[in-house]
């Protein structure tokens, strides 16, 4: 999970680069992924992207949706020596799960603790929140094994946590005991990678 890898260009120069001078003054793996993770949120336009993402394209071009953001981000922590892989999978946002892709990286907590963090560069999170269901770990040859998964997912919840007093936000089939999630959902001005799933139509 450091190494390059088609598409993950993390020993390019110029990835190499940038990635240094976004943690620049920045100590430690942890500070460093989060800064990284805050980092890339901002340097990229969040725009649908009909292409694969190559990172060192995306360095380029500055424009992407979740894919671009995760390329670019796992490139870049790979390059700084951070360990980081993509996850694939879908993530709850405005009611409903849409496909979406995130990386994770891996902490060594000292001690001989280390362990795998999901974050979202897309979604400006360190940690990734709980709305994130991931499906594959993996490049684009795992990426592809969801496709034909993509408009014939069906969740069902078993158990769920409420916040007391909140406000109930509802979508689909409401029975008596419905009850509102305690989750923060993320929200945007623009569109992005929710609005519109990669793989075309709606999980």
Known sequence: ???????????????????????QGVT???????????EVNSLLEKKPTLSLPSAKEVL???????????????????SLGIP???NVGLVFVH??????AWPEVYLDEGGGRGLWLPVDPTFNQFPADATHVRLARGGLDKQTAILP??????????????????????????????????????????????????AGGRP
């Open 1 to 23: 999970y450091l190494l390059p890898e088609p598409f993950i260009e993390s020993d390019d120069a110029e990835i190499r680069a940038e990635a240094e001078r976004l943690v």
């Open 28 to 38: 430690g793996s942890r500070a460093r992924a989060e800064r990284l993770t805050r």
């Open 60 to 78: 380029r071009t500055k424009v992407g949706d979740c894919n671009e953001h995760t390329a670019l981000f796992v490139a870049m922590s790979r």
């Open 84 to 86: 980081s892989r993509i």
């Open 95 to 100: 009611g409903a799960f849409y496909y979406h």
């Open 149 to 198: 998964l993509i408009g014939r997912v069906r969740m069902v919840v078993e158990e769920v946590d409420v916040t007391p007093g909140s406000t109930p936000i509802l979508v689909g089939r409401q029975t008596a005991d419905t009850r509102p999630l305690s989750l923060p959902v993320p929200q945007r001005q623009s569109r992005s990678c929710w609005w519109w799933p990669c």
